[in-house]
């Protein structure tokens, strides 16, 4: 299996991460009952482990095969993200190349199914524990982040040596691709440049796909919890932006009656908008209320390192990217909905104007009338 020059992972962890919405952006109830308040309100910060099940994953890659230890968890983010984290203990000789192509080709298998197969099994279940009974839209999309960590491995190199040998292959699997494209020499250096690691001798080499780990004995579960907490936070405004999206089609229909209807405050279109207004508002104070704290490095966490690597997740991930773009279309939304009023007062002001002069000119000609 070993092929002279190639990175061989003689003892390493692959820990893939998939985050996915299970439905409870705004309301905790449920949450509470399931996981307890007391547990909350001491991690309200960090991801709440709620499930630890044990398994087998095989690696596959062309002919070669290897068959692996799996622990699996189940990560509760109180804001309505959760993350099914599989950790597969690789003690066996493999290639590095190897397992990136398993990864890409779907060819890691716990438990009998393809990671695919198995992770919508796993996210199905714990959805149901969160929300037992209800029909609830979630949504489609799963946010996917790979960590390699490197225990054993040969030719035995420290980071720099890594860095200067390996560079292509370690920027592949933090690019999350396989292709045989070129890649610049300035893409590998921005890739191995992003280490968050505490000391010179380790490595924690992050992207928007995956984090390459040497070393970091003991401090790898923290930066784990917040590298958790950073991708938990980007779904979590892509979901936002989401609902807020069906929520702006509602409010443009709404606008299109204002402009074709003299009697539009007459109509449903007014409360249907503010009925967008609402939950798009109920959203807003979400992340004014919790969101902004958690995003905030100093209320997270004190130590000043953790704040540095935690700041650097999110600038990496593009959270604020994501943050920015939602609350654009709250503001939005809401100077829409001001517009919206202040059309329907005019047209308001315009019937009651129209009625004064109808009642004026009734008691006119009515005593014309009367006197007939």
């Given at each position: 299996m ?11 962890k ?42 087998v ?49 779907n ?14 099994t796993k ?39 890594l ?39 380790d ?34 405004f ?9 929520e ?89 909905y ?35």
């Amino acid at each position: 299996m070993d092929a002279a020059g190639d990175l061989t992972i003689l003892n390493g962890k692959l820990t893939i991460l998939l985050a996915f919405g299970h439905g409870g952006e705004l309301d905790k109830t449920q949450l509470k009952k399931f996981i307890g308040t007391e547990v909350i309100a001491e991690r309200w910060n960090k991801p709440i482990e709620v499930e630890q099940a044990e398994g087998v994953a095989v690696i596959v890659a062309g002919s070669e095969k290897i068959t692996c230890s799996a622990n699996i968890y189940t990560d509760v983010f109180i804001a309505g993200v959760s993350i099914l984290r599989t950790e597969i203990e690789i003690r066996d000789r493999m290639l590095f190349n190897d397992i990136l192509v398993a990864l890409h080709s779907n060819t890691i298998i716990i438990e009998g199914l393809d990671f695919q197969s198995f992770a919508n099994t796993k996210i199905n279940e714990i959805r149901e524990k969160l929300n037992p009974g209800k029909k609830i839209s979630y949504y489609p999309n799963l946010k996917r982040y790979t960590l390699l960590r490197l225990r054993e491995f040969t030719p035995r190199l420290d980071q720099k040596g890594l860095k200067e040998q390996y560079g292509e292959i370690i920027t592949r699997f933090l690019s999350g691709e396989t292709s045989i494209r070129a890649l610049h020499s300035k893409e590998i250096t921005e890739k191995l440049a992003n280490d968050l690691s505490y000391y010179d001798e380790d490595l924690f080499l992050a992207s928007t796909e995956g984090v390459f780990i040497l070393g970091c004995e003991d401090y790898i579960k923290d930066l784990r919890e917040l590298l958790e907490l950073a991708i938990t936070l980007l779904l979590l405004f892509q979901i936002y932006d989401h609902k807020i999206d069906s929520e702006i089609g509602n409010a443009f229909d709404a606008i299109k009656k204002l402009s074709s209807s003299r009697y539009y405050f007459l109509t449903q279109a007014p409360r249907k908008l503010e009925k967008s207004l609402l939950k798009v508002s109920e959203i807003g104070l979400v992340i004014l209320d919790e969101i902004e704290d958690i995003m905030n490095p100093h209320k997270v966490t004190q130590d000043w390192y953790y704040q540095s690597a935690y700041q650097k997740m999110l600038n990496t991930l593009k959270v604020w990217d994501f943050e920015k773009v939602v609350q654009h279309k709250i503001d939005s939304l809401q100077d829409l909905y001001t517009t919206a009023r202040e059309l329907s007062s005019q047209q308001l002001a315009m019937l009651l104007e129209v009625t004064v002069v109808i009642l004026i000119l009734w008691e006119v000609i009515r005593p014309a009338f009367v006197g007939g």
